[in-house]
């Protein structure tokens, strides 16, 4: 059942193999509690499955136990991919449980104990904020290199977003940034109140990584790859890197770790839409 997922893994840049390698996921603050509580321990379970529930959630069971939420609460999903996905997450976990690998289950943990007791307006109106600070509409006006790195790589994506919902953003060189219409916060508002609550939970996830409504709008709306969406965010830090040289290993271990948490985002936003059942095609072996 657990090869399963691979399909669904495959188009959102391989989450969980990412995970393994990027051993650190401590940055989201609403999801701390749940990711470093107990950094480690070992494992105490051999088997993974998944039942339907009450009101058709779909439950984890490590053996017999079922699994809970750091608040106490019982752990559910409202579908069946989900649940897969989540107990693929516990399945690849060997001696040792490495909880700040398990990204989607941190985000259904955040999702069901809700620790900051937020409501969508709120989840929308925190989003937002990232509008008006987005990674790609701040741009340098020196050094000349990097001022055309940024317009040939951000402008295009830049135009997309604004032609996609017919909205106008702009950038600027201005510490200011540059003064998003009214217009424009109303149209990415009435967007995102489309999303249940378990999507938001996902997606400002992946806007707090890549500080980008742009991008992350980008990569949801399949129109960037997250591998694509990651480097553009780490734009003038690779031109730096470039230029003056990197500390061995470390660029692509912070880059890997980026990727893993931002492709998990990803994937629960996709996976938190699915319907109640997984389609009988992606079920096959």
């Given amino acids: ?7 669904l893994q495959s188009e959102f840049g391989r989450c969980l193999s990412l995970s393994e390698v990027c ?9 701390l509690k749940y990711s470093t509580a107990t950094a480690e321990r070992k494992k105490f379970y051999q088997d993974v499955s998944i039942s339907q529930g009450e009101g058709g959630l779909y439950e984890i069971n490590l ?3 079922k699994l809970k939420t750091p608040g106490g609460k019982l752990f559910t999903v409202p579908n069946e991919a989900l649940a ?3 107990a693929t997450e516990w399945d690849a976990q060997r001696d040792t449980l490495k909880f700040y690998t398990m990204h989607l289950t941190t985000l259904c943990n955040t999702a069901l104990d809700n620790p900051t007791q937020r409501n969508k307006d709120q989840m929308i109106n925190a989003a937002l904020k990232f509008l008006e600070t987005d990674t790609v509409c701040y741009r340098v006006d020196e050094p000349y290199g990097l001022v055309e790195l940024q317009k040939n790589e951000w402008d295009p994506v830049l135009h997309w977003i604004e032609n996609r919902y017919n909205v106008t953003i702009g950038s600027s060189s201005s510490i200011l940034g540059p003064e998003i219409p009214e217009a424009t916060k109303e149209t990415f508002r009435q967007h995102l109140n489309s999303y249940n609550f378990w ?3 996902g997606l400002e996830f992946v806007i707090t990584q890549l500080k980008s409504v742009v ?4 990569m949801i709306d399949r129109h960037l790859s997250v591998e694509q969406a990651v480097l553009l965010s780490r734009l003038e830090e690779e031109y730096q890197i470039r230029r003056w040289g990197n500390v061995e290993w470390a660029h692509d271990y912070d880059m890997y770790e980026l990727r893993a948490r931002t492709a998990a985002g990803t994937l629960f936003v996709h996976l938190s839409s699915e319907s109640s059942t997984v389609k009988r095609k992606l079920m096959q072996d």
């Avoid at 991008?215 to 980008?218: D, E, K």
């Fill in 215 to 218: 991008l992350s709008m980008g």
């Fill in 199 to 201: 999507s938001l939970t």
């Fill in 84 to 86: 897969i996905a989540v």
């Fill in 63 to 65: 053996d017999r136990r």
């Fill in 1 to 7: 059942m657990f090869r399963n997922l691979v399909r």
């Fill in 23 to 31: 051993p650190r996921s401590q940055q989201w603050r609403y999801a």
